[in-house]
């Protein structure tokens, strides 16, 4: 009963806005996902989990990658299916609880996971990247709380090494824990990349 208040509690702050604008304001994507762009290029499946109104899917589709993006929040994913559909770009939106969500095992190229944390799906998540395929992740430490701004309940805050510790099984090709500047505020953030070794 306390882990499911403690599930319920999590899900109603991600939902508050804190990691984004609202959909009608563009949001550019992560400065991470933007450095490993070049993942995303036609021939790539891509899941996007918590993908908001599309800030990465969009691109990753742009690049080429047919993209499933995943997301609870019924007006971000009616205005990404909107936005995709305008630009003809090969983005499947799906409304879903990402609690619940069956992620396709082995089926994806790149999952991505951008300001989201659920550690109890976190082996799901990696389950569904294919052999030889790429997991890219990006969220906030501990450490956010002192920002002044974000996420402040450890269901959504990583502790130092925890990403890391998170994709054990994969190759860590690059990860990273700094305190960045994003929308001219400073961020504490956890990022990897890593890959499912080869079958």
Known sequence: MARSAAR?????????????????KPVPPSAWFTWHAGLFRPGVRA??????????????????????????????????????????LRVHAVEADLSTWSFELGAYDVVMVFNYLDRARASDMLAAVRPGGHFLAETFLAAQRMQGWGPTQDAHLLEPGELSRMVNGFELILGREVIEMIDGRPAAMASVLAQRPPQ
Do not use: P
Request: charged share 30%.
């Open 8 to 24: 319920d509690s999590a899900l109603k702050e991600a939902s508050t806005g804190l990691f984004s604008r609202k959909v009608e």
């Open 47 to 88: 899941l996007d989990i918590a993908c908001g109104s599309g800030r990465h899917a969009l691109v990753a589709a742009e690049a080429g990658a047919e993209v499933v993006a995943v997301d609870q929040d019924h007006d971000r994913i009616k205005a990404l299916a909107k936005e995709a559909s305008k630009r003809s």
